[in-house]
C-alpha cells in the first residue's frame, strides 16, 4: 500500500455514495429498482430503463481483472509510477466495470482474469476502493 493521496476522488452528486461507501467496509453500486441492473458509474437516471428508482446496495466486493495498464509516468501529482489501473468485473453482474487501481501485488503479477477482492484506502472522508489479489489457501 502506498500512502499517497487519494487517486482518483472524482466525486458527484451521484457518485459521492461510492467514495464514502467504504467506511462500513461494504462496496456499493447504484441498482435499479425497477429493472434490477447495476449501474455504473453512477448515474441520476438508469441508463437501461430510465428509471429514476435507483440507489446503492451492497456487494460482495469481488471481480475478475477484465483489462488493465501499467503507468510509468507520473499523470496524477504525487501519485509513484509504476501503478496499475484496471477494469474489474463485478461478479454480481460481469458487465459493471470498475475502474480502480490493484495493490497488494507485484505488477508483473496482475493479468487478465485474475480474481481480485476489494479494499478501501482511507483519506480523510473518502475511502477510496482499490482491488487486490484473492489470497488462495491458508
Ligand atoms: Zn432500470
Given amino acids: 500500500m502506498s500512502d499517497g493521496p487519494p ?15 467504504g467506511a462500513d467496509g ?21 441508463p437501461f430503463c430510465h428509471s429514476r428508482r435507483i440507489s446503492p446496495e451492497p ?9 488493465y495498464t501499467v503507468n510509468h509516468k507520473e499523470w496524477i ?15 454480481e453482474d460481469p458487465t459493471v466495470r470498475i475502474g480502480t487501481n490493484i495493490v497488494g501485488c507485484e505488477i508483473d503479477e496482475v493479468e487478465i482474469g485474475m480474481r481480485v477482492e476489494v479494499l478501501f484506502e482511507e483519506s480523510g472522508e473518502w475511502h477510496v476502493p482499490l482491488f487486490r489479489p484473492i489470497q488462495e489457501g491458508p
Wanted: positive net charge; contains cysteine.
Fill in 59 to 67: 456487494v460482495a466486493g469481488t471481480g475478475t481483472v477484465a483489462t
Fill in 7 to 21: 487517486r482518483f476522488v472524482l466525486a458527484s452528486p451521484e457518485s459521492d455514495f461510492y467514495w464514502r461507501s
Fill in 77 to 91: 501529482p504525487g501519485f509513484t509510477p509504476p501503478y496499475v489501473f484496471a477494469f474489474v468485473e463485478l461478479d
Fill in 26 to 46: 461494504r462496496l456499493r453500486i447504484q441498482r435499479c429498482g425497477d429493472c434490477g441492473r447495476w449501474i455504473h458509474p453512477p448515474g441520476p437516471v438508469c
